[in-house]
C-alpha cells in the first residue's frame, strides 16, 4: 500500500472570513488516489456556537467529502474546538472516486455563518493509492 499524507494550514484569524486552501495530488508515484482519512488540529481553543460558527469542508475538486462545523453538539456541530486535540472528519463519498495524481485538487474550505469564528491550525488528508 501506497500513501500520500497533504498538509493544509488554516491561518484565518479574521472571524467573518472565508479560506480556501488548494494542493495538487502529487506526481511521481501512483496515478489514482483516494482519500482515506482528514483530520483538523486547531492550534487554539474555540467555543461553538450555533449562530456565529464555520464550517470546514474537504473536497476534490467541487466534490464535497467531508466537513464539521463549530456548532454545538445539540445541533449537529463538532462542539467546542481544544487546542491540540484533533477533530476526525466523517467523509462521505471517499470510496470509488479516484482521483488522478497531478490533476486532481484537493482543497479545504472554511466558510463562516454569521459573524463566523476564526479557524486556525492545520487540516491533514491521508490519500491511498488505488489501482488505476
Do not use: W
Not at 2 to 30: K, M, N, R, W
Not at 102 to 108: E, L, M, Q, R, Y
Amino acid at each position: 500500500m501506497s500513501f500520500v499524507t497533504l498538509c493544509f494550514p488554516l491561518d484565518q484569524t479574521t472571524a467573518g472570513t472565508a479560506e480556501t486552501v488548494y494542493q495538487t495530488i502529487p506526481t511521481g508515484g501512483p496515478a489514482k488516489f483516494r482519500v482515506v482519512g482528514a483530520t483538523f488540529q486547531p492550534d487554539t481553543n474555540r467555543t461553538a456556537n450555533d449562530t456565529d460558527y464555520a464550517t470546514v469542508a474537504v473536497k476534490v475538486g467541487s466534490q464535497s467529502l467531508g466537513s464539521f462545523t463549530t456548532q454545538t453538539t445539540g445541533s449537529g456541530g463538532n462542539g467546542n474546538l481544544v487546542a491540540g486535540t484533533p477533530v476526525a472528519f466523517t467523509l462521505t463519498n471517499e470510496e470509488g472516486y479516484p482521483h488522478t495524481a497531478g490533476s486532481s485538487h484537493v482543497n479545504v474550505a472554511v466558510t463562516k455563518a454569521g459573524s463566523g469564528v476564526a479557524i486556525t491550525g492545520m487540516v491533514t488528508v491521508l490519500l491511498e493509492a488505488v489501482r488505476a
